[in-house]
């Protein structure tokens, strides 16, 4: 575009003209020499004319990246944290620990395959001894089990700090059948010839614990048998024990039933059942109410007070909290039904007696499946679950960082121009007072040098009337330079001479285009 340099030297710029060949920075800042003197100024080295390179933009890219840059770093840190914490995907595959086959725990592990199973997650039941094995494996970190079915109260008194509980999933009451005189404490079984259950199996450990409080140890004069199941109760039939502590499977409805009917067998009702439940915090004090087991014939005749430890469904504390609540709503649908040992709902259960519940049943017990488990399948959900962990940090500092990046970019835009001002005053107050010719013709080649690095700078439209005020200034001390030239004297007078002012150099003869480049 062509511009009017007549316009830019009213605003204070001066333009020379290109058909002045003999102008240059030297002529323009020359000051003539006093009347007097005879001798003549050689005429200054021609200079070409200048031209104005400034380049107007429509966006600084450079300055949109620096403004930007801070807020993608940030960004990008907190989407690499984010990926840091992220949960990985649930895998596909559980592996479980139940129990000896066919037993009440084993099946039910069955059922939780068939129901994860319709959430495309595979479960592999691994049978067992019992709770004690069970527990054994998952306190192993190189079995390959991450959850199984533990007795409250098995194991020593140290627990694995990484496993915890999902919740209780019913009670495993201790029935006591016994022949002989009626026997009002345990202590009174001392002597006697007791089927205590399997080796490794949860009745045992509990009837052993009961025992010893009651001075009734391993290698005493009782003799504390391995017998469990039918075993144990056809071999009290047969006389050949005088006790069997049952329970879990072994006090099956058949089971008890046979034993009620059977004459000279009594149901041993624990009188000190609350003191047994107050001394043992993992059992708890139920009644088995009179007829429970047969109405009709009445079995058994009276109220039946015992004790009873929990079953818990115990896991390692990496479980995948998807997986978690899987488990959890299977084991509602296996064991929420109503039996004669619980009301229904009342299983699974947030209380628990032998490990901490972990943090995503808390959560499930409270307020049940999250918002996308409930309403997505499954594996969409997880997905969806995983990228709001990344998305949600981005948002929360991309917003503000993008609010941020137009003022950053002004700014910065706005910083060259301001540093040229910066340049341009410290200048005009080096101007301030007397100074020599030469001093002054300085201090003008100073000015120059200024508004040619001005004219060269690259601008974006939206701060050209910043640009084009900046060199109105830049003109506007160039103007007060040239008037003190004007004004001030040249030399002292001579003899009977008028004293002589120093002449400007003459404006530039025609007009000189002036090119300003313009670029997208």
């Known amino acids: 575009m062509q511009y009017s340099p007549r316009l830019a030297q009213a605003r204070g710029n001066r333009v020379p003209s290109p058909r002045d060949s003999t102008s240059s920075r030297d002529d323009r800042h020359r000051c003539v020499t006093p009347a007097s003197s005879a001798t003549p100024m050689k005429p200054a080295r021609p200079r070409p004319p200048r031209r104005i390179l400034a380049r107007f933009v429509a966006v600084s890219w450079r300055d949109l990246a620096l403004s930007i840059g801070p807020t993608v770093l940030l960004a990008g840190a907190a989407v690499w944290l984010a990926v840091k914490l992220i949960q990985p995907a649930p895998p596909s595959t559980l592996v479980i620990s139940s129990g000896p086959p066919g037993s009440t725990y084993w099946n039910a592990a069955q059922k939780y395959t068939t129901i994860l199973a319709k959430n495309g997650v595979t479960l592999d039941v691994q049978s067992s001894e019992g709770s004690a094995q069970n527990l054994a494996r998952l306190s192993n970190p190189n079995a390959p089990v991450d959850v199984g079915f533990v007795q409250s109260g098995i194991g020593p008194k140290e627990r694995d700090e990484h496993l915890v509980s999902l919740g209780s999933i019913g009670y495993v009451p201790l029935a006591i059948m016994y022949r002989g005189p009626v026997v009002a404490r345990l202590s009174d079984f001392k002597g006697k010839r007791l089927a205590l259950g399997a080796e490794g199996s949860g009745a045992r450990e509990l009837s052993l614990a009961l025992l010893k409080m009651n001075g009734i140890v391993p290698g005493g004069p009782t003799a504390l048998l391995p017998t469990a199941g039918e ?147 499954f594996w969409v959900a997880s997905l969806v679950d995983r990228l709001l962990v990344v998305l949600v940090p981005l948002i929360v500092v991309l917003i503000p960082g993008l609010r941020l990046v137009p003022s950053l970019y002004g700014w910065r835009v706005r910083s060259r121009i301001y540093r040229w001002y910066g340049a341009l005053i410290a200048l005009e107050r080096s101007a301030l007072g007397d100074h020599t010719a030469e001093e002054r013709v300085q201090l003008l080649d100073q000015l120059d040098d200024i508004e040619e690095a001005v004219n060269r700078m690259k601008m974006p439209l939206a701060y050209a009337g910043q640009f084009y005020v900046l060199r109105e200034h830049i003109g506007f001390v160039r103007e007060r330079l040239t008037a003190h030239d004007q004004d001030a004297p040249a030399g002292p007078p001579g003899a009977g001479s008028p004293p002589a002012r120093a002449q400007a150099a003459p404006p530039p003869a025609g007009d000189a285009p002036v090119t300003i480049f313009l670029s997208q």
């Open 231 to 377: 075993d144990a109760a056809t071999a009290l039939l047969d006389g050949k024990i005088d006790a069997a502590f049952l329970s879990g499977d072994s006090t099956q409805i058949p089971v008890m039933a046979k034993l009620f009917r059977a004459p000279g067998v009594h149901v041993y009702s624990f009188t000190q059942a609350e003191a047994y439940a107050r001394r043992f915090p993992y059992l708890t004090a139920i009644t088995l109410p009179m007829g429970v087991y047969d109405l009709g014939l009445n079995l058994p005749p009276a109220d039946i007070h015992t004790v009873a430890p929990t079953i818990e469904l115990v896991a390692r504390d990496s479980l995948h909290p998807a997986l978690s609540d899987l488990l959890i709503e299977a084991a509602r649908e296996v064991h929420g039904h109503a039996t004669i040992l619980q009301h229904a709902g009342e299983f699974p259960s947030p209380v628990t007696r032998g490990f901490p519940l972990s943090d995503d049943a808390s959560r499930y017990y409270k307020s049940g499946k999250t918002f996308l488990y409930r309403r997505l399948p």
